[in-house]
């Protein structure tokens, strides 16, 4: 199935990188999960600190394993003592150099939307670290804003509420977007980046895969 992808992937990623580089993100199309690991090891000059978001993309592609590898001075919030500590470390990781994630949804005319339960990675995408990079694959791309919109919420945010194992949200127990505002939501935030103001500061690299939800 990865030939499928990666195929109908090579077809769109011109148009779409062009879009992106249009609206000043540095965009690139990787075939599979492995040149995308590759490319974004490429783009995180020596010595950076880097941290990360919450992502099942990063998960599946192992970047995570090969950056701490590589030497860099990491911070993982995943590594926290309690959930005090790891908020102290989701906040040192906005002054990070490098901060890695991936996209709820990017539109064919390279609008990036995503939506956020604590905010954390909303926040990193759009300021502090110094340089942003995001995997996506290619199951992420949409057709507008308001596709992207109902994927996300009638998609992914019920899949990571499974992943996560939490009971309290309607999604949890229907599979679709409720419109809860359950303590436990995960769909506290929503932000659209429709251009990256510091040109270039956001890499988006795109893969041929199906990757996350």
Request: hydrophobic content about 40%.
């Amino acid at each position: 199935m990865a030939t499928v992808f990666s195929k109908r992937g090579a077809l769109i990623a011109p148009t779409l990188v062009a879009n992106l580089k249009a609206r000043k993100f540095d965009a690139y199309y990787a075939a599979d999960a492995a040149e995308a690991v590759e490319k974004a090891l490429s783009l995180i000059p020596k010595g950076s600190i880097v941290a990360w978001g919450g992502s099942t993309t990063l998960d599946q592609i192992g970047i995570k394993d090969r950056v701490s590898k590589e030497g860099f001075t990491v911070i993982d919030r995943d590594k926290a003592k309690d959930p005090q500590e790891r908020v102290e470390l989701s906040r040192k990781g906005l002054l990070s150099d490098v901060y890695l994630t991936s996209s709820n949804a990017i539109t064919e005319d390279g609008i990036l939307v995503n939506i956020d339960g604590f905010g954390n990675r909303v926040a990193a995408m759009t300021f502090g670290p110094k340089n942003v990079i995001i995997i996506a694959g290619i199951n992420k791309i949409t057709k507008t804003v308001e596709e992207a919109y109902l994927r996300i919420r009638n998609y992914a945010a019920p899949l990571n509420v499974a992943r996560i194992g939490l009971t309290k949200t309607a999604c949890a127990n229907t599979g679709f977007c409720g419109d809860c505002k359950s303590d436990e939501c995960v769909c506290s935030f929503i932000v659209h980046t429709r251009m990256s103001k510091v040109a270039g500061r956001t890499k988006i690299i795109i893969v041929g895969e199906n990757l996350g939800y």
